[in-house]
């Protein structure tokens, strides 16, 4: 039954981490029946689904790094480069303070209701703007500071933020939007595996759940990578309000059993 469990977390990972939904909310939901992990897990089996969005994306970045002469590359991994390390450095100031996710559902309830309003909205104001492709500063510096605002919040949804609160500066056009919030996600979703795992060494505390970890980790990369083209495919032709909807449904319902104590 553990491997089952690795298994389920494993689909619920890989389908939510790039659909803007929350995965990390969907993650912290599944494990009040599965059982709680620790947070490496829930971070290394996020990297899975990173290295799903870099197989989807290696064209690109090969085509970033190897032609980086070209000023439109150049300017590209620039942008990139400064949204990571805005995430990188306030990520460690907020790991230096101590923040740990919340254990109780209610934040992430909300978070997911709150997120899906904001969806609305923020598509809503994107689409009365003229169609622009270009990634800005101000987009860079913004989607920098959304992931961490995902991060502090489960239930956020570190693609969600990224993707809307790019819309809504500048890059109106969804798969422009989509394909920098996933690029900068990459580097990201790595150093914070890398981060975890270091830490788990340095302190002793790693092992116990490897075994478990391979399982959950193949499952993330497998079903990301399903995922995530399909996705790409959807939002050439349609909006993201199915996905709002269903995170308003969603924390409504998990609000309501909350309140009638049958989860905590």
Known sequence: MSYLNDVLLGLIEGITEFLPISSTGHLLLAEHWLGARSDMYNVVIQAGAILAVTLIYWRRIVGLLFDWRRPENRDYLIKLGIAFL??????????????????????????????????????????????????????????????????????????????????????????????????????????????????????GTAGGEWSSLAVAFVVSTVTAFVAVKWLLSYIRTHRFTAFAIYRIALGAVILALSYAGLIG
């Open 86 to 203: 805005i995430t990188a450095v306030l990520g460690l100031v907020v790991k230096k303070m101590g923040f740990e996710l919340p254990t109780t559902v209610q934040p992430v309830a909300w978070a997911l209701i709150v997120g899906g309003v904001w969806m609305i909205v923020a598509e809503t104001l994107a689409a009365a703007q003229p169609d622009r492709t270009a990634i800005t500063l101000r987009v860079a510096i913004a989607v920098g500071l959304a992931q961490i605002v995902a991060g502090i919040f489960p239930g956020t949804s570190r693609s969600a933020a990224t993707i809307f609160v790019a819309m809504l500066l500048g890059t109106s056009n969804r798969a422009a939007a989509t394909e920098f919030a996933f690029l900068v996600g990459i580097p990201t979703m790595y150093a914070a595996s890398g981060y975890e795992l270091l830490s788990q060494f340095r302190h």
